[in-house]
């Protein structure tokens, strides 16, 4: 069995990370440093006894040295996340995503180790708007919808040459990524440095890009790390969640025990060895769906406040082809979003949560990111 280093063990995708790995008999280190934002009142109750636990920061150099001699393998799942947020607290998010890959890397270059594998969570953020096809079938990458656009409420994506609507399609890891946030850009960041530097040193990497995560221990109190926490809040207190645009615009959403077994699976293929791939669905979800989905789990006759307006910086459509990672790693999701769903609100009733979420949220909102 290995030794085995997750970075943001205690997070919401590596604390299940963790589990799977401590049941499959590994030792396991979690290096964690137990963000506020994240972990309202510190380690959390889930965290696995049978895994070591180490607190530290990313940017903390001495204690990733430290933390990372005597590994095997490192998933490198530590980040700050958060579009909107990322566009004000921008040091903070360079800091810690970023120049703490910097410090992974640099520890795995200049110091002695035994690390035999890196597998980093990368994003789909890093994609921005996704792909689509026009009438002739040739494959378009637009950049973001103009304000002009936008106003206007004409939300599809146009083919520039003939006006046409555009047809979104699966993106792929080949196509280009435009990013459109801070946060996009250091997820990019630890991704492309993690596959550049291990191959020049000869120490197998892959990075996964994670589509739109979600499940049970995923932080409700914290506005900033998906729609899902934000309707969960509105529709449990009796109000309507409010959709921008006209609530058609679609995301991958995956569960959290599908982003896990795609982990395990990078580890154990050699196959994966220093290739990306996409972790989603491949299924375009409708964020009017999301919507509509929890106000009936909830059993509750709530319909969407759709208000058609928008959001700067916001991606119309942008969903996986996880054909790659089907092939090489035969892997495949699934939990459906139903059933996903239905855990997440089972999971939410004995959750704790504070008055944090309507302090960030009012944050967003006073800086036009909400």
Excluded at 69 to 90: E, P, R, T
Excluded at 195 to 219: D, E, H, M, W
Excluded at 241 to 256: A, H, I, Y
Excluded at 271 to 290: L, S
Aim: with cysteine; aromatic share 8%; net charge neutral.
């Amino acid at each position: 069995m290995a030794r085995i280093l997750v970075t943001g063990g205690a997070g919401f995708i590596g604390s299940f990370l963790v589990d799977e790995l401590v049941k499959q008999g590994h030792f396991v280190r979690i290096f964690d440093n137990l963000d506020q934002q994240v972990h309202l009142d510190g380690a959390p109750e889930y965290l696995n006894e049978e895994a070591e636990f180490i607190k530290g920061d990313v940017y903390d150099y001495d204690s990733f040295k430290n933390v990372i001699k005597d590994i095997d393998v490192v998933f490198h799942q530590a980040a700050v996340v958060g579009i909107g947020q990322s566009m004000y607290k921008i040091k903070h998010y360079v800091s810690v995503n970023t120049l703490g890959t910097a410090n992974l890397l640099d520890v795995l270059v200049n110091h002695k180790h035994d690390v035999k594998k890196v597998i980093v969570a990368a994003s789909m953020s890093s994609y921005g708007e996704g792909s689509y096809l026009n009438s002739s079938g040739e494959l378009i990458r637009p950049g973001l919808r103009t304000e002009e656009q936008l106003a206007a409420q004409e939300w599809e994506l146009k083919d520039p040459k003939s006006g046409e609507v555009l047809k979104p399609v699966g993106i792929k890891e080949d196509d280009y990524r435009n990013c459109n946030s801070i946060y996009a850009i250091t997820k990019k960041d630890q991704e492309d440095m993690v596959l550049t530097v291990c191959k020049a040193y000869g120490i197998p990497a892959v990075s996964l890009r994670y589509f739109n995560v979600y499940g049970p221990r995923q932080s409700l109190s914290n506005p900033y790390t998906g729609v899902t926490a934000i309707f969960m809040s509105r529709i449990k207190n009796d109000n309507q969640p409010v959709v921008n645009e006209d609530g058609l615009q679609t995301r991958d959403f995956v569960s959290v025990h599908d982003i896990v077994n795609a982990n395990i699976l990078a580890m154990e293929n050699t196959v994966a060895n220093y290739e990306v791939f996409n972790v989603g669905t491949g299924n375009p979800i409708t964020i009017k769906q999301v919507a509509e989905t929890l106000a009936k789990l909830y059993g509750k006759d709530i319909k969407p406040n759709i208000i058609n307006k928008f959001r700067k910086g916001d991606v119309r459509h942008c969903f996986a082809d996880i054909s790659k990672i089907r092939n090489k790693l035969n892997w495949q999701p699934k939990i459906t979003f139903e059933q996903g769903m239905k855990e997440l609100i089972e999971w939410s009733k004995n959750a704790k949560s504070k008055d944090l979420f309507e302090k960030a949220s009012k944050e967003l909102k006073d800086r036009g990111l909400l």
